[in-house]
């Protein structure tokens, strides 16, 4: 078996200390709680309540407990059924970030809103890339009533891709409406618990706070059987202690304190132990994703989810850069593969530029080849048996070479990875030749290969009608029904 190369941070003794003082800081300060269901389930529980101030205080004992329920183990399947994510042990998986506000217009040289058409070939695109085992919906549609706009996004990804989805909701009412969607595809809520389609984050505010709709969506995830991914959001030195110690202490007892409300709603549901933080930048009141100390805290935490012997989650391989340029690939190529040494379960990034806040089409195939590296990293030098190893350099391969040899034809695919057309290993004559094309543009190029050779698997047509008739049925709620019905007439 070949050793997996691993990435670790931290010892047994620091995370063990960083957990205790996770544990301390939630029974003796506590999380402030907004949501009327998840404050009645931490009092039935037991937990001590301020209730003029929503300040729940979690004993050490009740958090032991919750974790001894949630599940070691997900999987999840894509559209028909198959199996995409097998959430243990150091099982890495690649998707696009999620909820971007603007897209990078290449030929326009621009950020923009993304339309409805921007979602159709984000979601085609990442469906043809091999390397991104799950699409997510990764952009706010600017066309449609914010209101309906977490619903819609679904709509649009169930549609033009069969992979799993990585989704939210923005509204309360939302998450009906989106389980609604993902049962239609499935048959029925039991269907959709034995194989989920989609994973949903929701996330804490720092520090150490559940808003309203935030711990409802935990809720609602719990009873539905949907995996939830805890995505805690400390910012040093801003919303979180300026040590990337104290960030760690306090992301653990958000994602505790998720986990107790999410096992007590119901026991044994699915969640992931995940973060979005960032080492904040003093200088420029940025939140750096592609800064080393986020990756730092990353892989740490991704540790102390280990410890819990639950599945984990991270953004990484993305960056902050506005275009894409030398810090886009930097940043990108260094979050990919410390996440993948670091056995990250859900890696989400791939295509995001600017804080998380865009995606790039181009970036996202040219991210696709990052991870196509990181995961051959992980896969380790394995020790070939056959031939026994005198017998490849006979006399005949001292002279002549090993390019023709019998050995080099069995085993060099196993061996090597091959990029596709993005990354160029031509000599400098040919690539002259071919036009001098930067990595950005035959991305490009390629773009509009993986999209036009529709390699998903088309939904039937009682499929795609019931998904229309439930976005449409919600969209009537806010005047948007007839020109939903023009956009998808030929549905």
Same mark, same amino acid.
């Given at each position: 078996?070949?050793?997996?190369?691993?990435?670790?941070?931290?010892?047994?003794?620091?995370?063990?200390?960083?957990?205790?003082?996770?544990?301390?800081?939630?029974?003796?300060?506590?999380?402030?709680?907004?949501?009327?269901?998840?404050?009645?389930?931490?009092?039935?529980?037991?937990?001590?309540?301020?209730?003029?101030?929503?300040?729940?205080?979690?004993?050490?004992?009740?958090?032991?407990?919750?974790?001894?329920?949630?599940?070691?183990?997900?999987?999840?399947?894509?559209?028909?059924?198959?199996?995409?994510?097998?959430?243990?042990?150091?099982?890495?998986?690649?998707?696009?970030?999620?909820?971007?506000?603007?897209?990078?217009?290449?030929?326009?040289?621009?950020?923009?809103?993304?339309? *409805?058409?921007?979602?159709?070939?984000?979601?085609?695109?990442?469906?043809?890339?091999?390397?991104?085992?799950?699409?997510?919906?990764?952009?706010?549609?600017?066309?449609?009533?914010?209101?309906?706009?977490?619903?819609?996004?679904?709509?649009?990804?169930?549609?033009?891709?069969?992979?799993?989805?990585?989704?939210?909701?923005?509204?309360?009412?939302?998450?009906?409406?989106?389980?609604?969607?993902?049962?239609?595809?499935?048959?029925?809520?039991?269907?959709?618990?034995?194989?989920?389609?989609?994973?949903?984050?929701?996330?804490?505010?720092?520090?150490?706070?559940?808003?309203?709709?935030?711990?409802?969506?935990?809720?609602?995830?719990?009873?539905?059987?949907?995996?939830?991914?805890?995505?805690?959001?400390?910012?040093?030195?801003?919303?979180?202690?300026?040590?990337?110690?104290?960030?760690?202490?306090?992301?653990?007892?958000?994602?505790?304190?998720?986990?107790?409300?999410?096992?007590?709603?119901?026991?044994?549901?699915?969640?992931?132990?995940?973060?979005?933080?960032?080492?904040?930048?003093?200088?420029?009141? *940025?939140?750096?994703?592609?800064?080393?100390?986020?990756?730092?805290?990353?892989?740490?935490?991704?540790?102390?989810?280990?410890?819990?012997?639950?599945?984990?989650?991270?953004?990484?391989?993305?960056?902050?850069?506005?275009?894409?340029?030398?810090?886009?690939?930097?940043?990108?190529?260094?979050?990919?593969?410390?996440?993948?040494?670091?056995?990250?379960?859900?890696?989400?990034?791939?295509?995001?530029?600017?804080?998380?806040?865009?995606?790039?089409?181009?970036?996202?195939?040219?991210?696709?080849?990052?991870?196509?590296?990181?995961?051959?990293?992980?896969?380790?030098?394995?020790?070939?048996?056959?031939?026994?190893?005198?017998?490849?350099?006979?006399?005949?391969?001292?002279?002549?070479?090993?390019?023709?040899?019998?050995? *080099?034809?069995?085993?060099?695919?196993?061996?090597?990875?091959?990029?596709?057309?993005?990354?160029?290993?031509?000599?400098?004559?040919?690539?002259?030749?071919?036009?001098?094309?930067?990595?950005?543009?035959?991305?490009?190029?390629?773009?509009?290969?993986?999209?036009?050779?529709?390699?998903?698997?088309?939904?039937?047509?009682?499929?795609?009608?019931?998904?229309?008739?439930?976005?449409?049925?919600?969209?009537?709620?806010?005047?948007?029904?007839?020109?939903?019905?023009?956009?998808?007439?030929?549905?």
């Amino acid at each position: 078996m070949n050793r997996r190369p691993k990435l670790e941070l931290l010892d047994k003794r620091r995370i063990e200390q960083i957990i205790d003082d996770a544990l301390e800081l939630l029974s003796k300060v506590g999380v402030f709680v907004e949501n009327k269901e998840g404050l009645k389930l931490l009092d039935e529980a037991g937990a001590k309540i301020d209730k003029k101030k929503k300040r729940v205080h979690i004993k050490s004992e009740l958090v032991q407990r919750c974790l001894k329920s949630a599940p070691k183990e997900i999987k999840v399947y894509d559209r028909v059924g198959r199996l995409a994510l097998d959430l243990k042990g150091y099982n890495i998986h690649f998707d696009p970030g999620s909820a971007a506000l603007w897209i990078y217009d290449l030929k326009k040289d621009k950020i923009r809103e993304p339309v *409805t058409s921007d979602l159709i070939r984000f979601a085609q695109l990442t469906d043809g890339l091999k390397y991104l085992k799950a699409q997510s919906t990764a952009l706010i549609p600017s066309d449609v009533p914010k209101e309906i706009a977490d619903r819609y996004r679904l709509f649009i990804s169930l549609l033009y891709s069969s992979k799993p989805v990585v989704t939210g909701t923005f509204v309360k009412e939302g998450f009906e409406v989106m389980r609604d969607m993902l049962v239609s595809i499935r048959g029925s809520e039991d269907d959709l618990r034995r194989e989920p389609l989609a994973i949903f984050d929701c996330c804490p505010s720092p520090p150490l706070k559940w808003s309203d709709l935030t711990c409802q969506n935990l809720i609602d995830c719990a009873k539905s059987g949907i995996p939830a991914e805890l995505v805690s959001m400390p910012l040093t030195g801003a919303t979180a202690p300026v040590t990337l110690t104290g960030a760690l202490i306090q992301h653990t007892a958000e994602n505790l304190s998720g986990i107790v409300i999410h096992q007590l709603a119901q026991k044994g549901s699915p969640i992931i132990y995940g973060g979005s933080p960032a080492c904040f930048d003093m200088r420029t009141g *940025t939140t750096p994703m592609g800064a080393i100390e986020t990756m730092m805290i990353d892989s740490s935490y991704n540790q102390i989810g280990k410890y819990f012997g639950l599945p984990t989650h991270a953004y990484m391989g993305l960056s902050d850069s506005k275009t894409l340029d030398y810090q886009s690939g930097l940043e990108s190529g260094i979050g990919a593969i410390l996440a993948g040494l670091s056995g990250i379960n859900v890696i989400s990034g791939p295509g995001m530029l600017d804080f998380e806040s865009c995606q790039s089409m181009e970036k996202l195939v040219i991210d696709n080849e990052i991870c196509g590296m990181a995961y051959r990293l992980i896969e380790g030098i394995a020790f070939r048996k056959e031939p026994p190893f005198l017998e490849l350099f006979k006399e005949e391969y001292l002279e002549k070479g090993f390019l023709t040899s019998p050995h *080099t034809l069995k085993w060099f695919k196993e061996e090597v990875f091959f990029p596709s057309q993005v990354i160029d290993r031509f000599n400098l004559g040919e690539w002259l030749k071919k036009g001098k094309k930067t990595a950005v543009w035959r991305a490009n190029e390629l773009i509009e290969k993986i999209i036009s050779s529709k390699s998903f698997d088309e939904l039937s047509t009682e499929k795609k009608n019931e998904l229309f008739k439930i976005i449409q049925s919600d969209a009537k709620k806010y005047g948007f029904d007839q020109e939903l019905k023009k956009r998808f007439k030929s549905l």
